[in-house]
């Protein structure tokens, strides 16, 4: 028992040292690169970036710092004869190294945690206050969408000559609305506009009491959230005897007929890495009704829940390495074997995802190959380290 709190003691106070080292030197690194930038720029600006930035810098070094955690502690036990003179007392090396595997448990818990909730959040305003120029060249965001076409989830069909994200505004519109099936009602209209939530300026009467000068307090009205308005058109009623009722109108409010909202058409989130599961879902439904395509989403979907694996699984492979003594191959020889495997996971990763986005694979293989074939690795190496 104190000696499985001496190994854990070693192996957490060796991965937070790394862990942290590798945090600063990444934010070092990518400063400098922006400098340019950040002297154009607010300081808060930059204060604001890589605070938003350090859970994914936190989630991406992780992997890395398990790995040369488990090598640097276990390695260095070995080397002083320690784990084999607990193999002398009885004890199997594998059980000896069970509660370093229970951590890497809760870590890669952890890290599945910090994917699902934090990482979409801090990802978004991210991406909002400096998106890099390489990856505006490679994806950039769509800002705004011509010859339109969405199926509502709410048996709407809209289509727009033009959308724009940032405007909310849709020009040349033709909307259809189904009831049971049919065909219910047609518009036909020059502008689409988002009208945004009313914001009154009321003053409290507790306010009015403390202070003769009251400050004004915004209240959201509750009963108006946002509607579509539809502008200088026509509306064209069908109805079930087949006559046709065709009505003209400069303003028509769409509260009543459709629960769409922006972010339907356009959302400001448009990669895995700013949404969570149940947006990216979401995102792949409505594509599909617009007869998109949704191999991206699918992809980043089913990596949601496997990216997190890659921390147990370069753990298993730190541990097949360092465990045992040996004086043809000393720690170095290790550490840089071990260092080759777990950058070669994450190309290998990167490239199972690629394939996935390009339709070469499935997406929900494409999320997991890399980790279906790192662990046959360390399983591999396991059984011939433990002989189990």
Same mark, same amino acid.
């Given at each position: 028992?104190k000696?499985?709190?001496y190994l854990?003691?070693?192996?957490?106070k060796? +991965?937070?040292?790394?862990l942290?080292?590798?945090?600063?030197?990444?934010?070092?690194?990518?400063?400098?690169?922006?400098?340019?930038v950040?002297?154009?720029?607010?300081?808060?600006?930059?204060e604001?970036?890589?605070i938003?930035y350090?859970?994914?810098?936190l989630y991406?070094v992780?992997?890395?710092?398990l790995?040369?955690?488990?090598?640097? $502690?276990v390695?260095?036990?070995a080397?002083?004869?320690e784990?084999?003179?607990?193999q002398?007392?009885?004890?199997s090396p594998?059980r000896?190294?069970?509660p370093?595997?229970?951590v890497?448990?809760?870590?890669?818990?952890? $890290?599945?945690?910090? %994917?699902? #909730?934090?990482? =979409?959040?801090?990802?978004?305003?991210r991406?909002?206050?400096m998106?890099?120029?390489? !990856? !505006?060249? *490679?994806?950039?965001?769509?800002?705004?969408?011509?010859? +339109?076409?969405?199926?509502?989830?709410d048996k709407?069909s809209w289509?727009?000559?033009?959308?724009?994200?940032?405007s909310?505004?849709?020009?040349? &519109?033709?909307?259809?609305i189904?009831r049971?099936?049919?065909?219910?009602?047609?518009?036909?209209?020059r502008?689409?506009?988002?009208?945004?939530?009313?914001?009154d300026?009321?003053?409290t009467?507790a306010?009015?009491?403390?202070?003769?000068?009251?400050?004004?307090?915004?209240?959201? #009205?509750?009963?108006? $959230?946002g509607?579509?308005?539809?502008?200088?058109?026509?509306?064209?009623?069908?109805?079930?005897?087949?006559?046709?009722t065709?009505r003209?109108? &400069?303003?028509?409010?769409?509260?009543?007929?459709?629960?769409?909202?922006?972010?339907? +058409?356009?959302?400001?989130? !448009?990669?895995? %890495?700013?949404m969570?599961?149940?947006?990216?879902?979401?995102?792949?439904e409505a594509?599909? *009704?617009s007869?998109?395509?949704t191999r991206?989403?699918e992809?980043?979907?089913?990596?949601?829940?496997?990216g997190?694996?890659? #921390?147990f699984?370069?753990?298993?492979?730190?541990?097949?390495l360092a465990?045992?003594?040996s004086r043809?191959?000393g720690?170095? !020889?290790?550490?840089?074997?071990?260092? +080759?495997?777990?950058f $070669?996971?994450?190309?290998?990763i990167r490239?199972?995802l690629?394939?996935?986005? #390009?339709g070469?694979?499935? =997406?929900?293989?494409s999320?997991?190959i890399?980790?279906?074939?790192?662990?046959i690795?360390?399983?591999?190496?396991?059984q011939?380290?433990f002989?189990?």
């Amino acid at each position: 028992m104190k000696f499985s709190r001496y190994l854990v003691f070693n192996f957490i106070k060796m +991965f937070l040292l790394v862990l942290l080292g590798a945090i600063f030197m990444f934010i070092v690194i990518d400063f400098v690169g922006n400098i340019r930038v950040w002297l154009a720029r607010d300081l808060k600006d930059a204060e604001d970036y890589y605070i938003a930035y350090f859970p994914y810098i936190l989630y991406l070094v992780t992997p890395v710092a398990l790995f040369i955690g488990v090598v640097a $502690s276990v390695g260095n036990m070995a080397r002083h004869l320690e784990m084999m003179a607990i193999q002398e007392s009885g004890l199997s090396p594998f059980r000896v190294l069970v509660p370093i595997f229970g951590v890497g448990l809760l870590l890669t818990a952890g $890290s599945w945690y910090l %994917d699902a #909730n934090v990482l =979409p959040d801090a990802n978004h305003k991210r991406y909002e206050i400096m998106e890099p120029m390489s !990856q !505006q060249r *490679r994806d950039p965001r769509i800002k705004d969408k011509r010859d +339109f076409a969405y199926i509502g989830g709410d048996k709407t069909s809209w289509y727009m000559k033009m959308y724009g994200g940032d405007s909310k505004l849709g020009r040349d &519109v033709l909307l259809l609305i189904y009831r049971n099936g049919d065909l219910a009602e047609r518009y036909d209209a020059r502008r689409l506009r988002w009208i945004a939530p009313v914001v009154d300026t009321v003053k409290t009467t507790a306010e009015k009491d403390t202070s003769s000068h009251p400050l004004p307090k915004k209240v959201v #009205n509750v009963e108006d $959230s946002g509607y579509w308005q539809l502008e200088e058109g026509y509306q064209r009623v069908f109805q079930k005897d087949g006559t046709i009722t065709v009505r003209h109108f &400069v303003r028509e409010s769409l509260k009543q007929k459709t629960s769409l909202r922006p972010e339907d +058409f356009l959302d400001e989130r !448009q990669r895995g %890495d700013e949404m969570d599961a149940k947006t990216i879902l979401r995102r792949i439904e409505a594509l599909r *009704r617009s007869g998109e395509s949704t191999r991206k989403l699918e992809t980043a979907y089913y990596f949601k829940f496997s990216g997190s694996m890659m #921390n147990f699984l370069v753990l298993l492979i730190g541990a097949a390495l360092a465990h045992r003594f040996s004086r043809s191959g000393g720690l170095s !020889q290790k550490f840089g074997v071990g260092i +080759f495997l777990v950058f $070669s996971y994450y190309v290998v990763i990167r490239i199972g995802l690629k394939m996935g986005e #390009n339709g070469v694979l499935s =997406p929900f293989l494409s999320a997991w190959i890399g980790h279906i074939i790192f662990a046959i690795i360390a399983v591999f190496m396991l059984q011939r380290s433990f002989r189990l």
